[in-house]
Every structure is written in C-alpha cells, then in structure tokens.
C-alpha cells in the first residue's frame, strides 16, 4: 500500500465478475456489506447476516459461500462472483431463464444466492438428480415457492447446459391432468 | 443488517507467526478459521476480540493427508466439504464424511472447517442470541451474568457441545495436535473436551489446533446418525457416533459410543460401551446398550424439541446406529438428511 | 434461450362473459413470463434496502427490553457524544397515534410513556453509517419501572388489572364478540348425535426473506417521499399524514417490491414513521434497515388460538347446527386484531351447509409482540378445527371423511346462515380429484401401520368486501395511457409481493388490447402518480385490480375501435384485437397494427387515457359484524396428504400432497402453480414446526417474557429437504365476479394443509394432535398415552370459561331473515369502549 490507510480502514483489490476494482471499506466489513455499499452490487441480498439463510451466497473460486461470513479483506485475491456477472452480454445464463419463465422467483429476493448456488452445483455435474439439487440448495431458504419451481428450473437449466432442448413437463405450468373419472364426472 | 464490531485483524503466514501473534494477548485475541462460528457471535456481541488472527494464508494447516501407517492427518484448516470429499479418507471412514456432511448445510460446510468444528462454541438457546435479546433476561453465567437459565439452581453453565465430527472423532480414537509458541503437544480428542459450557476445551487460549489425527479404520466399523429438526442449516439435537471393532467369532473386541448434543462435552456412553464388550454383535446386545446409553444423557431445555423426548431419543438412534454397524435391517425412519 | 418463453398449448378456453368482443385468447389462460422476471434474475430488482441517495445516513431504533412498563426516563448522552451520531427521536416527538383500523388506533410511532412488549421502540438514532447508529443504539439507557406481564389468553382473562391499553371491551380483553345465526338450539335438538373437540392453533410467523426497510427521502418544501417494503403503501400513506401532521398531498410513498409479504408488511409500522420524522428533521435522506430479530418483533403475524366446537350431526353426517368458540391471543397491539377475531368465525360456512351458527370469541392483549394477518388470516385456526372435527365425526360415524364433506357441501350461488353470498364453488371437483389422485378410496385406512392419508378442504376470500376505513371510493383503480408510440402505460397502485400481481395487470391490459406484454409499460404503487389500490392483502388484487384493468383496457379498446372503425370503415362490432394488430374478422388482411391504430385514435381523440375502478358489491349482511366475511368470489381448495410415522418415535415425514384449487380462472397458470406450491409448503411449515412462541424466566429471577428464538436458525422453516413430492390441480368453475371468471389463489391452498396432515396421522397411527404445530415429541405422546390404554390424544383439553352475554341474534335467510340483528340494543353492542374511536366518542360524551 502506497497511501496511508486509516486504522480499522483497508484498501482492497477485489476481482468481482471477472472486474477488478479497488475499493476502501472498515475492515470489519463483510463481503455481503462491500459488494452491496462500496461496489453498488445490491443484486446479493440478506437475509440474517448469521449464516442461518443463505441469501446472501455468492461465488468464491467457483465455490458456493456466505457472502455474510466472509471478511472483504479475505475475498482479495479470490474471484468472486454474483447475481449481476451470471449473464453474458445481454443474454441470460440457462438458469436465469429458466427462474424467469417457470416463476420459480416470485418475490425474487432469494433468487440470487439460490442462482449462485445452483450455477456453482450445475458446473460440477449439469445432469444433478432432483435429490442432488434439493440436497446442494438446502442452506438456502425460500418462503415463496416452495421450492418446487426452483427444482424444475435447475432441473430445465441443466439439461440445457447438456445441449438438450427439453422445456419442462406441461404438468409444471398447468398442474396435473385431472383423474379421468373426475373429468368424466 | 447484524454488523461486526471492529478489531485488529491479522492474516500470518505461517504457524510460528500466528502463534506469535496469538500469545501476545491470548485473552482478547481470537483465532479466525472458516469464520462461521465467530463471526456470528461478534455479531451478536456475545463473544469479544480486540485482534482476530485469520488461519487462512497458513498453508500448512491445509489439507488431507495419509500416512504409511493407514491413519491420516487433516490440517484444521480443511474446510468441511474439502474433509467430506476426501476419497481416501470417506473410503476408511465413511462414518466421518457422513457426520461432517450433516454439518449445517453444504454451502456452510464450504466455509467451515474442521478445526472449527471442533473447537465449535458451546451452544445454549439463551446465548446464542442477539445482545438486546440477552440484555432482556440478563447476561447468563457463560458471558458476564451469574445465572445459568438453563438450570438457574447450578452452580455451572449447560451449554452444550454441537459440534458433530468431535463425537465421530472421538469415536475412531483420533488425537489432535496443539502448537502454541511455547510448544506444541498431541492430546486424544477425547482428552481435549470436558463437561463445562463454559471451560469446554482443555486446550490454552493460547494454542493453536492445527492437526487431527485419525487412526486407519483396521477392522473397526462406524455408523453416525443425526436427529434435529430439519435436514440441513440446523444444529442438531442428539447425535450418535458408534464404532465397533469384532473378532472372528462377532465378538465385540472393542467397543466405542458417543453422544452429541446433550452435555457440554461428547459424551461416552461408557455403560454401553461396556456391556457390548467381549459380547457376541447380535440384536439382543445391541437392544441392551441402546436402552443403557440413554443412562449418559441428560438434556436439558436449550435446544430445540422438549429434553425429555431427545432422551428418549437416544435409545431408537443408539440402536439405529449399531444395527447400521451390525448390517442389520433398519426400522427407524431415517431422517431425511443432506447426507 | 428465446428472451419470452414459448407459448404453451393453451388451457382449452371456456367461453367467456357476454360482454367480450371477438378476441383470439393469447395471453389469459397461458403461461407467461412474470413481467417482473428478468429483472428478478438479474439482481436488477430494487427492494427497499438497494436503494441509496446522496447524503443519505441511517437510522437505528432503541427497542424496549422489558415485556410491560412504564419509561421513567431516558439517556441518550453517552450515545450522543459517540462518532457520527446525528439525532435522537422520542416518543413526544410524534404524540399522534396510528394504526391499520380505525377502530385500534393504539400505536405511537415511539413510546411515549409505557412498553408494552420486549421490542417496543422507544428511541430513533440516526448516524452517518449504520455502524455507528448500531453502536450508538447500544450505548442509549432507559429506565423502566416494570408492571405486571400478561403472557397468556387465560392470563389476560383472569388480570383486568393493569391494563396493557386503557381501551378494551373489558379488562385486558380487547374485543369480545358473540353472535348466533338461526335458532341454534333447535339445531342441537334435531342431531342425531353431539360432538366436542377442543383444539389449539399456536402463533407462527410470515418470515419474509426481506427484512422491512424504508428510506425516507425530504423534498423540496416539506414534501417527503416514502420508499418501503410495504404491502399497503395507501394506508401507510394515511397514517404518516396523521402522523406527521402534513396534508397526505406532501407526502408520497412508493412501495418497493417487497421479497415476501404474507401479510407481515401491512401495518403501517413504526420504524417507517419514525425514518420520515427523522428525514424531515435532518433535512436529508434517512435509511432504516431492520434486524431478522426486529422483524420477529414487527410480527402481525397467525394469532395463537384456542378453540371449542360443538356441532349437532344428522347419522347421515350432515350438520344440524354448530357452536363455534375462540380465543386469539393479540399481543400488545391492535393492528387488525378485530377483523381477525371476526375472521376466526367468519368462513367457518362457506363449505359445509350449516343452518344455524354461533360463534363467540375474544381476542386479549398480552405483553408480546402483536398479531395481525397472516396469509389466511384468521381463517386457518378454524379451518383446522373444524376439519379435524370433522374427520372425527366421519370416523365415528363410519363415514368415509370424504364423503361427509361432499355430502355437506354448499351449493353455488346461495347465502349462507351468516349471510355471506357464495357464488362460484368448485369443491366438488377439488375433492374428487384429490380422492381419485391420491387412491384415496382404495388406500385410506388400509395402508400399513404408519402409513396414513388425511383428507381436508379449506376457502378463502378474492378480497375483503369493505376496505378497511368506511368509504364509498374505488377499493382499486387503474389508468391507461396510450400514445402514438404503441406503448401502454398502466397506472395502478397495486403492490407487487411476489404473487405476481404485476403479471396479472399487464397481462390482462395486453389481453384486452391484443398486444404483447413488452408493449405494456407498468407504474405501480406510488401513492402520487397512481390511483389508490388498497394494497396486496386479502387475496384482493387479481379480482380488484384485475376488474378495474379490465374496465379501463375495454375503454381503452372502445376508444380505440371506433377511431379504427371510422377510419377503416367496418363496423365496430367486427373489429379483432389481436397479435398486435386492430383488424376486420370477416377479412383479416384488412386492418391496422397496433401503433397504427393508436395513431388513428390519437388523431380523432386528442391524447388518450382511460380508467377503471372496482367496488365490490354490496353483502346481504346488515349485522354489526357483517362487514367480515363478504367477499366477491370464494376460492375452494381440497388436498389429500401422505404420512410416514415412526410408531416408536413419533418422527414422521410428509411423502405426498395432492392439492386441488378452483381459481376461477388461471390468468397465468404457471404462477398459480407457484401460489398453490407455496401455500403448501407455508401450511406444511405451520403443521410441521413454525411458531412463534414466548420464553417466560422463573418469575423470582427475571422479569423477562421473550421471544424463543427470534432468528432464521431457531424459528424453523422448512428447506428444500422437507418439502414433499406434490402433485395440483388447478380447477377452474369461474366466477362471475372475477376478471374472465378468475379468483384467488395466494392464501386458500394453505388452509387445508395444516387439519390434513393431522388427518393423515390419525389414519397411519391411531393417535390424534389437536394442536398445531404437530411436533414429533406430542405424536410420540399421543402413542404413549395409546400405549398405556388412554385416550389417544394430546391437546388442550378445556375452553376458558367466559361471560359472553347475549349473542347478537341473526335469522338465518332460510328462517326468512332480512340479514340485520333482532336484538341489537339487547346484545349490547356498541355501548362499550371496545374501539377507540367508540372510547373517543365516548370520552367527548362525558365531556359534554
């Protein structure tokens, strides 16, 4: 460091969507507080900022982690990725579209941590079982959808990421067809 | 949004310099590892630092490796999920990577370490709360208070041990290596518990956890089963970690249970353990210990569920946990964990 | 990946009311991409804590930790003299009150003199950072003098003395409300048998993942600007006026999307005040971020409730006449605590023919945070008493538990005893599809030992009747602008939670007009630039608003037909709106494109805009009371659950839920897919383990009477892993008071869950929880107490004794009534202090 830094003060180069930039922030401060207050990235939302939600997950090297739990000063060094880098251009990533078409974000404000976690989880294995999804996003709450959404559309997004182009069941959009003896009736 | 206070942070290099550093003011000073235990209580005030010493950039504490004699040394550093993937190490002791993989959730266990997990915080529901929370009941006896709420009539804290490799670990026989710059000793895991929610690590708070051993598995054979509410994110309520050694004849030549999450420390089901001694592996002996490791548990009301049910508890999931040894069919409804 | 999905096979669509023109269906009945979509995925999304402004500080509130006292003095010295600590707000520094109904106007944005609960604010600081606020918070002292703490319904009824509020209808009892439908005795008296079932519903919580946030932003000449995670930016806008004192002229507020509601961002609340009084006094921008713990305290949220039924049964199963009694524990505030009293009787009718009715209940104020509206609210207490009821009445009448629910049912378009008007009703379907879905007839009973299925229905409401103060005005308008451009701007001050209420307005605008949603430009819920729409509660906004969209799109489409006609020369009637495009049906080459045709209206019209307005109809009711319980449209839901129970241990697991839902009409089907998976999985969280339950320490020790665990950890919510597998229906019987026939789908498939898995238990173990939530430890109970050769059974056993008077008498419309009291003088109603603007008006009296 050329400049004198205040104490309590650090001075960071983070790598944040494959951007460098060089920030300054109290050194007490998590990764959540600077990607949101010093980087204007308020895409990673929060939920308890204790660990206890995982609204706030973001990308560490390709890892999912806590964007709460993680010091700033920690993250130099590392790529981290957000919601805001998961696109290319003005396309979105397979698993933004698949969130986007199947409602699988409603009130949207888990989406982000549960994007995060779900490109970190389909970049190891793309064709993860229902089993494998469910289990790879269980620290990450949603009090909206019930969860059944998002499965569908990691699920969709993966098979897209195979090169298959294979649009969810109808039963996803219309429900199930109804008993034949009840449509009869 | 829960915000830390601020301390002198520090990043060494290497062991020497974080043990330097940590023996300067061990009292006020606070090892940092994957940071999902401190960083919540500094957030909620309930424990202090004026310096955290981070163990990230120290390389050596990285890592799993084995050793010529079958054991393997983990670098407290590990992080959780790096412990759980090992291959070498879930091929000797799947028992292990399923307890570490019932840790919190996947995300978390990218974070935690093993380390950490060990020296994990006794936990207690009328502690680990914000400091408004705290200040409306009045400190208890674990941070500045006289009063353990828990049990008001104690003299002593029940703050209880969460944590779900120490039960594991200890189950296998492993021994954990402590370097402080004055020195450095290897203890049995077991030796570095004790039951007090307060003092519940033998280790000085100026030494260092850097490495855990653990024995090859040879012909022992473990099982660990986890009861808490949900099947990920929560700590649990009861746990049980059991590994049995038998000779040619079933016998039980060596005999090892402990529970989690019902005292400040694990706890050996030493009656238990006992009974199976020198007896043939069978339901009969299994149904027997079971109904006595219930005997070392007292749960009290700090965690989640009423106490006397997590007692009763211990009977079914002791049983569980033999019968997953023995490869006997189960008949409990396994709970629907992230492992 | 195409930016807009691809268009599904459409619904087969059902012909709809007279009053539509030839229209080819392309949006209404498909599923769509939420409009709000990309901008969700994206991150771009801009709650209320995303937001930030040049000069902006932060803002902390002191909250009380003592349960009940009185503030004896306060010492913000220490605070003030530490880094960046700008100002203090107290209580006297905003004396007026404030609160969602008129009737419970008990709040004050600040204590002034008493805290009523650990979580009471009581002091604002603002600071430059938040940190510095937080510490600063830390630093304040306040001395209480400490009262006497009401913890309990049976407390509250037993301690008139201190009051938590010095109005009430009695003692620490906040509202008491008796009514009876019908000759109710004479009901018992032809019942063939009489059943009794005490039940308990504790108190949960909505636990939005968005913490509520505002940021209140002065502007010029003492105007102010409002941005909130609010589900009801009208009524906020309401109380800051009252508040503040400032022609609601000055004041705009503007409610951000919220990241979850569930009812818990209704209430206008306190830190929202206290953000605006602090902006105007700084004369800059003020951020208020609240803490997972504060929003525990903010709560509102499912009241706790005890209650007793007594229903007369025909052997047939059919009902003969039913008593219904609860008790709500409020907590220490109004909020909608009497509409939620009433809601705890009200739609205990809608389903199930029941001739003649009473319901009794009292709601308390106790020293905890207070109740108000949770998705249901009000109505999912009851709902799982009677439906547990029920399955035990089936049960011992040897009655398949279907079957006495279909064999009950009530029919379309008919007023019930407490005289709610039911219009559409697809329960029927709902049922039989859940019974044919699930195997229901071939399986029930005869699984193995642990193995169950519970069967439970449940309605609910598209809308309040009446808004929440009396007014004659719209509960919901919309305004169209169009332009030469194509663009259509939809004004509308309808809030979007997450339901998709966004969706649903540009969805059926673009419908109406035959264009697509990329030509829909939406301004929603600022209370400056759009008309009033009363807020996303009740399940209202895709009737109301939907209506009110409706009506200014077909004004709109009027205005623009008959430039076209003119201009094209075919007659109007004739005309298509269709693929962006204004055409001739007999010759469809002939035609204009959509901006075209906006372009011939512009030039014969001069700039263009339209509205439309929804009011509800009028309820045959005319009973003090009867203004809860109307609604437009009811929705209908059946479902059918599976259960895994370990005999031993009493762990059980939820394997299957099959639900069926009659919407009316699915505008959008893949998001009242998502209504209905969510319902669902908020009713599995309430049976399985959310509630919100208060840590009393031995009285010699402390004085502390606190939440358990206000935290994400400890209050639990169910992951990804205890979500079952779950197969829905969506039934559509359209109503024709809903927007092509559509009702709500937000909050009725939750009721059912909660009374089913309880069924489900029942039917795999024997044993009955007559509680909610169903903790493993109280099935492993019930087994015991089974074992041991006692009644099967955990749960309250006795409802409190209390005096309720003479009911208001209502004839029943089969008993030839005309829907008002008989005895209003004599029940009593009215005479006591029970609201405060009754406690006003009565306090002017005696001035007088």
């Known amino acids: 460091m050329s400049s004198p830094v205040p104490p309590g003060t650090s001075v960071a180069t983070l790598r944040v969507n494959g951007e460098e930039r060089t920030v300054a922030f109290p050194t007490h401060h998590t990764l959540l507080e600077v990607l949101r207050e010093e980087l204007g990235l308020t895409g990673t939302k929060h939920g308890c900022e204790l660990g206890e939600c995982g609204t706030c997950t973001v990308l560490v090297d390709g890892k999912p982690v806590l964007s709460c739990l993680v010091l700033a000063v920690e993250a130099e060094g590392h790529a981290v990725e957000t919601v805001e880098g998961l696109q290319q251009g003005n396309q979105l990533h397979p698993l933004q579209s698949a969130f986007a078409d199947l409602g699988a974000a409603q009130c949207g ?13 389909l970049a190891e294995n793309p064709a993860a079982s229902r089993e494998q999804i469910a289990v790879a996003l269980s620290g990450n709450l949603c009090r909206c959808t019930g969860y059944q959404k998002i499965l569908e559309a990691v699920e969709w997004a993966g098979r897209t990421l195979c090169g298959e182009n294979a649009p969810p069941a109808r039963e996803c959009s219309f429900g199930a067809p109804l008993p034949e003896e009840v449509q009869r009736g | 949004m829960m915000r830390l206070p601020s301390f002198r942070f520090h990043r060494p290099q290497n062991l020497a310099e974080a043990a330097r550093l940590l023996a300067a003011s061990p009292q006020t000073t606070r090892l940092v590892a994957g940071g999902t235990d401190l960083w919540p209580n500094l957030k909620r005030r309930h424990q202090q630092a004026e310096d955290v010493v981070s163990l990230a950039l120290v390389r050596e504490l990285h890592g799993v490796e084995r050793r010529a004699d079958g054991s393997f040394a983990i670098g407290a550093m590990t992080t959780l999920s790096a412990v759980a993937a090992d291959r070498p190490l879930a091929a000797e002791h799947p028992a292990l990577s399923r307890a570490v993989r019932s840790i919190s959730s996947p995300v978390l266990q990218n974070m935690g370490t093993l380390g950490g997990n060990l020296c994990l915080d006794t936990r207690c529901t009328y502690y680990n709360q914000n400091e408004e929370w705290r200040r409306s009941i009045g400190y208890c006896k674990k941070e500045v208070g006289e009063t353990c709420w828990v049990a008001p009539g104690s003299p002593r804290c029940w703050a209880i041990s969460a944590s779900d490799s120490a039960p594991m670990l200890c189950a296998l026989g492993a021994s954990v290596r402590l370097v402080s710059a004055s020195g450095e000793r290897t203890i049995p895991l077991t030796a570095l518990y004790q039951d007090d929610g307060i003092a519940y690590l033998t280790k000085r708070p100026d030494e260092i956890l850097t490495q855990v051993f653990v024995p090859a598995a040879a012909d022992r054979h473990s099982a660990f089963w986890k009861l808490r509410r949900r099947g990920s994110i929560d700590f649990g309520v009861l746990s049980v970690a059991g590994t049995i050694a038998l000779d040619a004849q079933r016998r039980v030549r060596s005999a090892q249970l402990f529970l989690g999450c019902v005292a400040s420390f694990p706890t050996p089901c030493t009656e238990a353990m006992e009974s199976l001694q020198g007896q043939i592996f069978d339901e009969e002996h299994i149904t027997r210990a079971a109904v006595l490791a219930r005997k070392a548990a007292s749960p009290l009301s700090n965690t989640d569920f009423l106490p006397q049910w997590r007692s009763k508890m211990v009977e079914p999931y002791t049983e569980a946990v033999l019968r997953e040894i023995a490869g006997l069919p189960q008949q409990r409804l396994a709970p629907a964990h992230a492992f | 990946m195409a930016e807009r999905s691809e268009k599904q096979d459409g619904a087969a669509a059902k012909p709809e009311a007279a009053r539509e023109i030839a229209v080819a269906r392309n949006i209404v009945g498909t599923p769509y991409r939420r409009v709000d979509g990309r901008a969700k995925v994206t991150g771009q999304t801009r709650f209320a804590d995303d937001l930030s402004f040049p000069r902006m500080v932060h803002m902390r509130l002191v909250r009380s930790i003592v349960p009940h006292a009185r503030i004896v003095s306060i010492d913000t010295s220490k605070a003030a003299a530490m880094p960046g600590v700008l100002a203090f707000l107290v209580g006297k520094d905003m004396p007026n009150t404030f609160g969602i109904l008129p009737v419970s106007q008990d709040e004050h944005a600040l204590c002034i003199d008493k805290v009523r609960f650990v979580g009471d604010p009581v002091v604002a600081i603002a600071a430059l950072t938040d940190d510095q606020a937080y510490e600063a918070s830390l630093a304040v002292r306040v001395e209480y003098e400490s009262l006497e703490t009401i913890a309990t319904v049976e407390e509250a009824i037993a301690t008139s003395e201190p009051r938590i509020h010095d109005y009430s209808d009695e003692g620490n009892i906040h509202k008491k409300v008796s009514m009876q439908f019908g000759e109710l005795e004479e009901g018992f008296a032809e019942a063939d048998e009489i059943f009794e079932d005490v039940l308990l519903f504790e108190g949960n919580t909505h636990l939005p993942m968005e913490q509520h946030a505002t940021v209140a932003v002065p502007e010029d000449d003492g105007r102010i600007t409002v941005w909130s995670s609010t589900q009801t930016p009208h009524y906020l806008h309401r109380s800051l006026a009252k508040v503040l004192e400032l022609p609601a002229s000055r004041i705009r507020v503007i409610a951000c999307p919220n990241g979850g509601g569930f009812g818990g961002k209704s209430d206008p609340f306190n830190h929202e005040i206290a953000a605006a009084k602090m902006a105007l006094r700084l004369g800059r921008p003020v951020k208020i971020c609240l803490t997972r713990e504060e929003v525990f305290y903010c709560h509102r949220g499912r009241h706790p409730v005890l209650m007793k039924l007594r229903t007369g049964f025909k052997r047939d199963g059919r009902m003969t006449a039913q008593h219904l009694q609860t008790a709500l524990d409020g907590g220490a505030y109004g909020s909608y605590g009497v509409a939620s009293t009433y809601y705890t009787g009200a739609l205990q009718t ?108 449940g309605s609910y409401l598209s809308g309040a009747g009446l808004p929440i103060y009396w007014n004659h005005m719209p509960q919901s308008g919309v305004q169209l602008k169009l332009d030469r451009s194509g663009c259509v701007a939809a004004f509308c001050g309808q809030t979007e939670i997450g339901q998709g209420s966004d969706s649903v307005l540009a969805g059926i605008v673009a419908e109406v007009l035959g264009i697509e949603l990329l030509d829909i430009r939406l301004c929603v819920a600022d209370t400056d630039l759009t008309p009033v729409d009363l807020g996303s509660y009740s399940s209202r906004v895709t009737l109301m608003m939907g209506n009110a969209a409706l009506q200014a799109a077909q004004r709109a489409r009027e205005l623009v037909a008959r430039a076209v006609s003119e201009q094209l020369k075919v007659p109007q009637d004739r005309l298509v709106f269709a693929e962006r495009r204004v055409f001739d049906s007999e010759d469809p080459s002939k035609g204009l494109s959509w901006p075209e045709a906006c372009v011939c209206a512009e030039s014969r019209f001069g700039t263009l805009g339209t509205t439309g307005s929804y009011i509800p109809p009028r309820s045959p009711g005319r009973y003090r009371g009867a203004g809860v319980g109307p609604s437009p449209a009811y929705s209908y839901s059946a479902t059918v659950v599976e259960v895994e129970v370990d005999p031993e241990t009493g762990l059980y697991r939820v394997e299957h839920v099959w639900m069926a839902h009659d919407v009316g009409k699915a505008i959008n089907p893949v998001l009242v897919m998502g209504q209905i998976e969510g319902s669902v999985y908020m009713g599995l969280g309430e049976a399985l383990m959310e509630e919100q339950v208060f840590r009393r320490l031995p009285k010699n020790r ?24 779950v197969t829905s229906y969506i039934i559509e019987d359209p109503d024709p008071n809903g927007p092509f026939g559509a009702k709500e789908v937000g909050q009725g498939p939750l009721l059912p869950m909660m009374p089913a ?84 008006e009565a306090l002017r009296g005696t001035k007088r």
């Open chain 1, 109 to 121: 404000y888990c989406t982000p941590g549960i994007l995060m976690a779900s490109k970190a989880l």
């Open chain 3, 702 to 725: 402390s004085n502390a009477l606190v939440h358990k665990h206000p935290s994400m950890l400890e209050y639990k919510s169910p992951t990804f892993l205890e979500m079952p597998k």
């Open chain 3, 757 to 840: 898995i309880a069924n489900a238990i029942f039917d795999a173990v024997g044993v009955r929880v007559d509680q909610i939530p169903v903790h493993p430890h109280l099935v492993a109970k019930a087994l015991e107490e089974k074992a041991r050769g006692k009644e099967p059974r955990v749960g309250p056993r006795a409802f409190p004794s209390i005096d309720f008077g003479t009911p208001l008498r209502v004839p029943t419309p089969a008993e030839g009534g005309d829907g008002q009291a008989v005895n209003q003088d004599e029940a009593k109603v009215r005479t006591g202090t029970g609201t405060m603007t009754e406690r006003e």
């Open chain 3, 350 to 457: 809608v389903t199930y023919e029941l001739p003649r009715y009473r319901f009794d209940s009292v709601r308390c104020f106790t020293n905890k945070p207070p109740c108000g509206p949770k998705r249901g609210h009000g109505t999912p207490q009851p709902r799982f008493g009677l439906e547990v009821h029920l399955d035990k009445v089936a049960v011992k009448l040897g009655i398949d538990p279907a079957d006495i629910r279909l064999n009950n049912l009530v029919q379309p378009n008919t007023i019930t005893a407490n005289w709610l008007k039911v219009g559409s009703i697809g329960l029927k379907k709902c049922i039989e599809a859940v019974v044919a879905g699930s195997g229901w007839r071939e399986r029930r009973g005869k699984l193995p030992h642990g193995r169950g299925l519970g069967l439970a229905c």
